[in-house]
């Protein structure tokens, strides 16, 4: 007969065997459902690129045939020029196109295409105190913009669109402007994106 050692020993090695056999099973468990929820996110991803288009973490909506985007340099034909206006837009505007969506930059005939011209550079006083002088002064700056979508006609628009920063009055404007106008150009953009290929 075995000896109560010997049995409490082998009961030990069962449970031992028993808890490796559970672990096991419930790793080769975890494998299969981590297994089907990879597959389930490869289908959603399909289903979404061969819908109406293809969707960025931007929320942007992009015809899945189009690969390209072009931006065609804006020219200043505002009264007040800012020389370097021009080219702050025009790059910006690329740049949100080609980081927010898995467009390319081409310098012309993209895909999507946009161009346009600045029209409006202007600043005037807001925020009148009671003596009648103004304590604030508004910059604003317009952008007529065109814009075409290859894939999509009914996403063509051309429109105008209008950004403005404050500063005071006490304030030159030469001495605040590159400030106000960095703003100003990233909110443009940002308009101009969603109005493109948003449209919220």
Same mark, same amino acid.
Do not use: C, W
């Given at each position: 007969m075995r000896s109560i050692k010997e049995i409490k020993t082998q009961r030990?090695?069962?449970?031992e065997t028993q808890r490796h056999f559970t672990l096991r099973l419930c790793d080769f468990t975890t494998l299969r459902l981590l297994k089907k929820a990879c597959c389930l996110v490869v289908l959603l991803s399909c289903c979404l690129l061969n819908s109406c288009g293809i969707y960025t973490f931007s929320g942007a909506s992009i015809p899945a045939e189009a690969k390209t985007v072009s931006v065609q340099y804006f020219p200043n034909n505002a009264q007040l020029v800012n020389p370097l206006l021009s080219t702050s837009l025009t790059n910006a505007l690329?740049?949100?196109?080609? =980081?927010?969506?898995?467009?390319?930059?081409? $310098?012309? %005939?993209?895909?999507? $295409?946009?161009?346009?011209? +600045?029209?409006? @550079?202007?600043?005037?006083? +807001? $925020? +009148?105190?009671? %003596?009648?002088? $103004?304590?604030m002064n508004?910059?604003? *700056?317009?952008?007529?913009?065109?814009?075409?979508? &290859? @894939?999509?006609?009914? &996403? =063509?628009f051309e429109q105008n669109f209008s950004q403005y920063?404050? @500063?005071?009055?006490?304030?030159?404007?030469?001495? *605040?402007?590159?400030?106000? *106008?960095?703003?100003?150009?990233?909110d443009l953009c940002q308009d101009i994106f969603n109005k493109a290929v948003v449209n919220w």
């Open positions: 030990h090695r069962d449970t690329n740049d949100m196109f080609v =980081n927010q969506t898995t467009l390319q930059s081409v $310098a012309q %005939n993209g895909d999507l $295409a946009l161009e346009g011209e +600045i029209t409006g @550079y202007t600043t005037s006083p +807001i $925020a +009148i105190t009671g %003596n009648q002088t $103004a304590a508004r910059l604003t *700056v317009t952008v007529n913009v065109r814009f075409t979508n &290859k @894939y999509d006609e009914s &996403k =063509n920063q404050d @500063y005071p009055s006490g304030q030159d404007l030469s001495s *605040v402007q590159d400030v106000l *106008v960095e703003t100003i150009v990233q």
